[in-house]
């Protein structure tokens, strides 16, 4: 960003020091320190609210908590809703999810689904069944698929698709913009999926704002046969978010195929929180949380695994990698 040169006028009298700044100026130039310092001053910026949102997906500022709805494509006839409350800066990522509205507004551990992430450090609670899997990121190629941070890249491709506005498949500040164009390309593998292409470009509407994406898929999968197909964004601004003016409320996500554009997901957001200063780690570290109506909890490392005793951590026995991808306790 940068910084234009500010104009400060300067008041001079023989009967006081020899040179005072006015008091309205003072104020204006404090402000305008205000304004530049830290995070990025989102809702003062004066550039157009379309390249506030690119912006926006290129760098996000540190997010304290956002609510939003996740309309999955339509499953026989039926269309499931998840209801999430989430986190993200940097080196840290968190995702709340319930299955109600009621429930996340009441922001209940229980029954909730969490995954999280802090530094090199994972976690993946289940509410229904009160199992928190845990695995330290140590950089060991024979751990590149362990299941806990195979759970983390799928469970968070929703928080991650709203924060890129509707662009799948692609991490959160992983999307750069050349003018109103982006490429994207993706090598990184999962259990399902060995990498993904996307090319795409923003439209404006007559204000300035994001209007809609259009954008070309390449995902090639494990399991099938390679898919593509051209997507589109539709955003609409039913709510003005103080913090971020220029982001939408109602993403309307659509494919085409035969020429027709059909309906796919549809994300509904209710507000933004966003912080100027980095949370910390206990924010994220369902370690350090108290989690009403929890038994027994599991962390595996995919070397060991502990079973929670007097509040404490202690080696049960290795885990059986089948009963840990399924939720079984380990066996004693």
């Avoid at 029954?111 to 199992?131: E, M, P, Q």
């Amino acid at each position: 960003m940068i910084l234009h040169k500010l104009k400060l006028g300067l008041t001079k009298s023989p009967n006081e020091r020899p040179w005072r700044f006015s008091l309205h100026i003072v104020l204006r130039a404090s402000l305008v320190l205000l304004l530049f310092t830290g995070q990025r001053s989102w809702a003062a910026d004066k550039e157009q609210p379309a390249d506030l949102f690119k912006k926006f997906i290129e760098s996000p500022p540190v997010i304290e908590q956002l609510l939003f709805e996740y309309t999955d494509t339509a499953i026989k006839g039926k269309r499931p809703v998840d209801y999430n409350v989430a986190k993200f800066q940097t080196n840290a990522c968190f995702l709340r999810t319930y299955t109600s509205y009621s429930d996340m507004e009441s922001e209940s551990w229980v029954g909730a689904d969490i995954i999280s992430k802090f530094d090199n450090k994972y976690w993946r609670f289940l509410g229904g069944r009160d199992y928190l899997n845990k695995w330290t990121d140590l950089g060991k190629p024979e751990e590149s698929e362990n299941p806990v941070l195979d759970v983390y890249r799928t469970g968070i491709f929703q928080f991650a698709e709203t924060m890129n506005m509707g662009i799948p498949y692609a991490e959160i500040g992983s999307i750069h913009w050349q003018g109103d164009q982006f490429e994207y390309a993706d090598a990184i593998q999962s259990s399902q999926r060995k990498a993904v292409r996307l090319k795409g470009k923003l439209f404006r509407d007559s204000r300035g704002r994001a209007e809609k994406l259009k954008f070309h898929l390449a995902l090639s999968l494990k399991s099938r046969s390679d898919l593509e197909a051209d997507w589109q964004v539709d955003y609409e601004y039913r709510t003005n978010f103080a913090a971020l003016p220029f982001l939408p409320s109602n993403l309307k996500i659509g494919f085409f195929r035969n020429g027709a554009l059909l309906e796919g997901p549809m994300i509904g957001i209710r507000s933004w929180k966003v912080s100027q200063n980095p949370m910390p780690e206990s924010a994220f570290n369902l370690d350090l949380l108290s989690l009403p109506g929890t038994t027994s909890l599991y962390v595996s490392n995919k070397a060991l695994i502990y079973k929670n005793q007097d509040g404490k951590w202690a080696e049960v026995s290795p885990p059986n990698p089948k009963d840990f991808i399924k939720n079984r306790p380990p066996k004693k």
